[in-house]
């Protein structure tokens, strides 16, 4: 069996109603950066009003990959919703196993009952805090719907150099 990465990615996000993704770097030596994709629950587990974070993070050696978990393990998620008033909690989740050269970290956002959970508000609320919280840089937050729509080859405007040229052109592509 072949690896297919860009047929697998849509898979994926397919699966994950995925809302949006932004690139992420944290303030350690060597600035290890990564993706931060933002998704809600599927059909099938409707027991939640939540969003799941996803961070992947590079970290190509060992020593990088530890001080990315610790670093990871100290951010106060905790206190998220001190900051923005539509969070009701926050789950630190256990961190996954993660691939060779890659760092896993799910965190999951609680929401009051009376926010609406998919809406573009939500996203950019959650998108504007995380520095404030994470202490981490927080690229363009890209709806995935725009990514989505992007034409094969990506973007020529501003962002084509930044996550939606790199992420959009490959997605927008055919066959993966």
Not at 98 to 112: F, H, I, N, T
Not at 116 to 135: C, K
Request: glycine letters at 10%.
């Amino acid at each position: 069996m072949t690896f297919e990465p860009i047929r697998e990615l849509r898979e994926l996000f397919a699966r994950e109603r995925m809302l949006g993704f932004c690139d992420v770097r944290l303030p350690l030596p060597g600035s290890p950066s990564g993706i931060l994709r933002i998704n809600r629950p599927g059909d099938s587990n409707r027991s939640g009003h939540y969003l799941a974070l996803l961070f992947l993070i590079d970290a190509e050696s060992d020593e990088t990959r530890l001080a990315v978990e610790r670093w990871l393990a100290s951010v106060k998620w905790a206190e998220w919703p001190e900051k923005l008033h539509s969070i009701d909690m926050v789950i630190d989740m256990p961190n996954a196993e993660s691939p060779a050269g890659l760092v896993q970290k799910q965190v999951d956002v609680y929401l009051r009952p009376e926010v609406e959970i998919g809406r573009p508000e939500t996203i950019a609320a959650i998108h504007r805090t995380l520095p404030g919280i994470s202490r981490m840089e927080v690229g363009e937050m890209v709806a995935w719907d725009e990514a989505e729509a992007a034409p094969a080859g990506g973007t020529k405007d501003a962002r084509a150099g930044g996550l939606l040229g790199r992420l959009a052109g490959l997605l927008g592509r055919g066959k993966g």
